[in-house]
């Protein structure tokens, strides 16, 4: 799901920095104050988590790659808007330093990973679970149905924005200047692919590892819900 | 259904190339090449400032300039072409070239017909602006693609990371960038570490659900692992100074090399603006 550099035109990369700008301030005020000073190192741990998940990738056609994001697991486990720097982080780092996913479209692929999906996950599974206890399979089966429709959420959203490239950088000529698909074709491509195939693979992991830490260390579970604004 | 623990095999591969691809780096970052004598901070400026120049390009001939001009600071940089090639066109480029194909052809880009042929008794057509947008789709991404890889090759990762202070992004995310670089060292090791030992005991078939499980717990008792580790942390950090404010170190100067380069790509920049919007 990681937009690289050229696909996306340059109006669409500024709209999303912009729309991030707000986000990362508003995400950085929240987290200074839930989070105490001890627990700063676990931004840097979550982000690296956050990146070990994502190393693995696949390339699927229609969009660009794909792989287990790990957003909505980060959400649950550390909160959202500390999961929106730690995903944001370990983008950042992916795109410096691996060229996995462009410099240009950080701005979108924030959005789509580290807001989006973060947050969409991180409401669903709080609905889902309601107020049963930490330990309940309700939560295994809330964390596995809000890892998949959140992915799902954000693959439609990296779609519309490989989707509207042609309608909004097009010579008078016809030729596309960017992503050469409408949405016609982006939307089912991407959308598609999440649904039958990396949606699930999103949802097995994020139940799993919810029902591991259950038996394990609830107490991790319930740390995410403490820092949650 | 059994299988073969692919699952294994990738995530050890995807562990050990990080590992390798880190320390080869910070040895090409080593090297004295001219981009590894610049100011790292002018580096970045001008290697985003080219970036930003190949996403407003909307002329082959210019992102073709760009992408000649980054193999030759590839070279001035001591980075072997062929290395270098393989290195950027792996993986996106060639991912984007297999997406650019399709859209060749009438039905994605209408306009005028150049080659007709017939499969099975279907008419397929490839018009003149399929093949000059897939072209320039293609030749944006492999450009800048190039140039992200030249900039992480020739610079120290930890450097890189501190260089984002320039761009006036908060000191705590600059730090928190640092501290991840240093765990996704540690958590490699410990990814490494465990699938070896599971692949010791497992052997080379797992059946596919205890596959997923294994994957599960083992990002679990990462997760577990690493925050137990905060504490130790966090006293560390408070051993060394930290109250809550972090202070980054900065030692680099900029000497007249530096701002020669800089003018360059500036007036690089005009020419391209200049290029794309006025000329006409």
Known sequence: MHIPDGYLGPATCGVFYALMLPIWGFASNTVKKTLKARQVPLLAIGAAFSFVIMMLNVPIPGGTTGHAVGAVLVAILLGPWAACIAVTVALVVQALLFGDGGITAIGANCFNMAFIEVFAGYYLYRVISGSSPITSNRRVIAAGIAGYVALNIAAFTTAVMFGVQPLLHTTPQGQALYCPYGLNVAIPAMVGEHMLIFGWVEAVVTALVVKYLQKQDPSLLAAGEGVAA | ?280
């Open chain 2, 1 to 280: 259904m059994k299988r073969a623990n692919n699952f294994i095999e990738r995530s050890l591969m995807g562990a050990l190339s990080f590992l390798k691809e880190s320390i080869f780096a910070d040895e090409l970052a080593a090297r004295p090449g001219f981009l590894q004598s610049l100011d790292p901070h002018v580096k970045a400026i001008t290697m985003f400032s080219f970036i930003i120049i190949v996403l407003f390009a909307k002329s082959m001939l210019l992102v073709m300039y760009l992408y000649v001009q980054c193999l030759l600071l590839a070279l001035c940089s001591k980075i072997r072409l062929g290395f270098f090639l393989k290195r950027t066109w792996i993986f996106m480029p060639l991912f984007a070239l297999f997406i650019a194909v399709p859209a060749i052809f009438s039905v994605f880009t209408p306009g005028e017909p150049l080659f007709r042929f017939q499969v099975s008794g279907i008419a397929f057509i490839i018009t003149r602006q399929g093949i000059s947008g897939a072209g320039l789709f293609v030749s944006r991404v492999i450009t800048s693609v190039s140039y992200a890889t030249l900039l992480s090759l020739t610079t120290k990762h930890f450097v890189l990371l501190k260089v984002l202070r320039v761009f006036k992004i908060p000191q705590v995310f600059v730090m928190v960038i640092g501290m991840c670089y240093r765990y996704i060292y540690l958590f490699m090791e410990i990814v490494e570490n465990t699938y070896l030992a599971i692949k010791s005991r497992a052997g080379v078939i797992i059946r596919y659900r205890h596959g997923q499980h294994i994957v599960a717990w083992n990002i679990a008792q990462l997760w577990q692992r690493s925050y137990q580790l905060n504490e130790d942390v966090y006293s560390a950090m408070r051993s060394r100074g930290y109250s809550g404010e972090p202070v980054i170190l900065n030692g680099v100067k900029t000497g007249k090399r530096d701002w020669f380069w800089l003018c360059y790509a500036l007036t690089l920049v005009i020419g391209a603006v200049y290029f794309t919007y006025w000329r006409r």
